[in-house]
């Protein structure tokens, strides 16, 4: 079965610092990885997807398999990053229930 | 605006009672699904479909039924509602099953308290 573990329920850092949410999950292939994002008071969103290899809003998301993680970075925190991240991983071409979604961290930033 | 909506946004029930979740979306997704938001056991999915006519079960569906009539609605709904189904629900589509791409879109959310 198919498991994504996020670590830390909340993190706390300061405006400027870096910052890096973990995600590690369980499966025997090769999974497509995600990340979604929950502002204050709107809905979830997909913020990026390990597939595009895109930087969102300064995030950035490397898939390693050898770890098993796909840890969410970015080098100076905003404020407006204040938010919850959900990990999500989707077993490719099956799954017919889509995502599974990590337990989520609590981002707080620090002015 | 094109999406997904449900109502209600909020509701109080009493324990017993009968509830039912609406949504409804207008991007003519094949996929939709019902998931709870919890502090600390994050996202867990209820039910799901992948077209009209049909439904399966996710990781919590234990007294919640769904029925998929057709491709727009996709109703949650709490035959007897307890406390601990105390949550925010949320409602989401992707334009094929299985999650497609991967990027689902979510409602805003209903609140339910059950008392």
């Known amino acids: 079965a198919q498991r994504v573990t996020q670590p830390e329920k909340l993190l706390s850092v300061f405006k400027g610092a870096p910052v890096e949410l973990k995600c590690n999950y369980s499966y025997s292939g090769s999974p497509e990885l995600f990340w979604y994002v929950q502002y204050s008071r709107q809905r979830l969103q997909l913020l990026l997807r390990?597939?595009s290899r895109e930087s969102i809003k300064g995030f950035t998301a490397d898939l390693n398999k050898g770890e098993t993680s796909f840890h969410l970075k970015k080098p100076f925190a905003q404020e407006e990053d204040s938010a919850m991240y959900y990990c999500?991983?989707?077993?490719?071409?099956?799954?017919?229930?889509?995502?599974?979604f990590g337990k989520g961290t609590h981002l707080i930033i620090q002015p | 605006i094109a999406g997904i909506t449900q109502a209600p946004t909020s509701q109080i029930l009493a324990a017993g009672r009968r509830m039912t979740l609406r949504c409804t979306q207008d991007?003519?997704?094949?996929?939709m699904y019902w998931y709870r938001q919890d502090l600390g056991l994050g996202l867990r999915l209820i039910h799901y479909s992948n077209t009209a006519g049909t439904t399966g079960k996710g990781e919590v569906p234990d007294g919640y039924s769904v029925s998929r009539a057709n491709t727009d609605d996709f109703p949650l709904t709490l035959a007897s509602a307890v406390p601990s189904q105390t949550s925010v629900y949320f409602c989401?589509?992707?334009?094929?099953?299985?999650?497609?791409?991967?990027?689902?879109?979510f409602g805003e959310g209903s609140r339910l308290t059950v008392l």
């Open positions: 989401a589509s992707s334009p094929r099953e299985g999650g497609g791409t991967g990027e689902l879109f």
């Open positions: 390990h597939i």
């Open positions: 999500a991983l989707k077993a490719p071409g099956g799954g017919a229930d889509g995502l599974t």
């Open positions: 991007m003519r997704h094949n996929a």
